[in-house]
């Protein structure tokens, strides 16, 4: 029995080579499908495959690139959302546990020592008694300026180094097309 998939329902229906690019290991999974299963279309285990390898690969890179500033992707993602909140960067625990997907207790994990290390503080909400603000300090929106700008650098040139900015842009608007579908 060959090892080769057939075309177009196997394999090189689901990786769209052509003849000068080199196959990755997602097209080695699709191609095993392809002999053990010919009836299957693979494109869809070939597109999310690549989408998984390149979030788990991205996900190192960031995580290096906050590393060298003292946080890791965690921390980054709390102080991120509030300098993204805008002035005066302050959130409640629960429209961060919101906006992060978290858990409260994971939530308090994270404040507890991003508060620790004068990243952030928690002060009493004015309009609610029982509530609390998280608001960020300056050292702390000094730190995610610098840990932003390094993590999309890293993004940057990992997009470069396989696309113009035109298929950048193509891609991430075919990326937002699925991800709508995908109710997220």
Known sequence: MSTTP???AGADAGHGLDPDTEPDPVDAIVAQWAV???DLQTVPMAVFGR???LAHTMGGRMEKA??????GRGEFDVLGTLRRSGEPYTLSPRELSATLMLTTGGMTGRLDKLERAGLLSRSPDPHDRRGLRVTLSER???LVDEAVGAGLAAQR???ASALDEQE???LSALLR???KTTGF
């Open 66 to 71: 906050y590393l060298a500033h003292g946080i």
């Open 36 to 38: 053990v299963r010919p």
């Open 168 to 170: 950048a842009a193509q």
């Open 157 to 159: 040139a990992a997009l």
């Open 177 to 179: 097309k699925l991800l």
């Open 6 to 8: 057939a075309s177009p």
């Open 140 to 142: 702390g929106r000094e």
């Open 51 to 53: 989408i998984f390898r």
